[in-house]
T-cell receptor, first 112, second 112 residues
Framework: EAQVTQNPRYLITVTGKKLTVTCSQNMNHEYMSWYRQDPGLGLRQIYYSMNVEVTDKGDVPEGYKVSRKEKRNFPLILESPSPNQTSLYFC???????????FGQGTRLTVV | KQEVTQIPAALSVPEGENLVLNCSFTDSAIYNLQWFRQDPGKGLTSLLLIQSSQREQTSGRLNASLDKSSGRSTLYIAASQPGDSATYLCAVWGTSYGKLTFGQGTILTVHP
């Protein structure tokens, strides 16, 4: 089944403790991206990647890192999480940077 | 900077009604527009992708139209059902390759 898989689905962590949210797709898509969704602010793009070793900032990249070492994986790294990064995070993939995007099930992160 | 607005923010209708959800965007130089559905606690499901060269796209009871010059798209849902209850999101692929900008969504409730 074609899908975008995020792990974990739920995560509670403490301020400053480094964490990684994984994202994997099995559709051989070149494009992958991360978004966060917050009440009243909607979905905002954090980072995106057009291919292996090619990444670029979205609208809200501060406090986040990404890497694209393999085509299928695009992990989101929070080096020192803060409470304002409490949010619902989504990973997406697509064949290109302007084609249909497919989303994962989301990761609900709480930073205390 | 591209801004996407969806009206209304919430809509409650009786089962069987035909309804229209609206999406507007400030920069008409878009490549594609995509409509999504989001169920509570779930990820985003792609409903329709309209390419900039198209005027409309249909899938089952859903019909989406696009008027680039006026910066508008509408999602028409025919014969609504309680199972259609969800948040509907509009997103545009603009001139910046890889950037997808979302509206805030319309929360639809279809009651029996």
């Amino acid at each position: 089944e074609a899908q975008v898989t995020q792990n974990p689905r739920y995560l509670i962590t403490v301020t400053g403790k480094k964490l990684t949210v994984t994202c994997s797709q099995n559709m051989n898509h070149e494009y992958m991206s991360w978004y966060r969704q917050d009440p009243g602010l909607g979905l905002r793009q954090i980072y995106y990647s057009m291919n292996v070793e090619v990444t670029d900032k979205g609208d809200v990249p501060e406090g986040y890192k990404v890497s694209r070492k393999e085509k299928r994986n695009f992990p989101l790294i929070l080096e020192s999480p803060s409470p304002n990064q409490t949010s619902l995070y989504f990973c997406a993939s697509g064949t290109g940077g302007r084609t249909e995007a497919f989303f994962g099930q989301g990761t609900r992160l709480t930073v205390v | 900077k591209q801004e996407v607005t969806q009206i209304p923010a919430a809509l409650s209708v009786p089962e069987g009604e035909n309804l229209v959800l609206n999406c507007s965007f400030t920069d008409s130089a878009i490549y594609n527009l995509q409509w999504f559905r989001q169920d509570p606690g779930k990820g985003l499901t792609s409903l329709l992708l309209i390419q900039s060269s198209q005027r409309e796209q249909t899938s089952g009871r859903l019909n989406a139209s696009l008027d680039k010059s006026s910066g508008r798209s509408t999602l028409y849902i025919a014969a609504s059902q309680p199972g259609d209850s969800a948040t509907y999101l509009c997103a545009v692929w603009g001139t910046s390759y890889g950037k997808l900008t979302f509206g805030q969504g319309t929360i639809l409730t279809v009651h029996p």
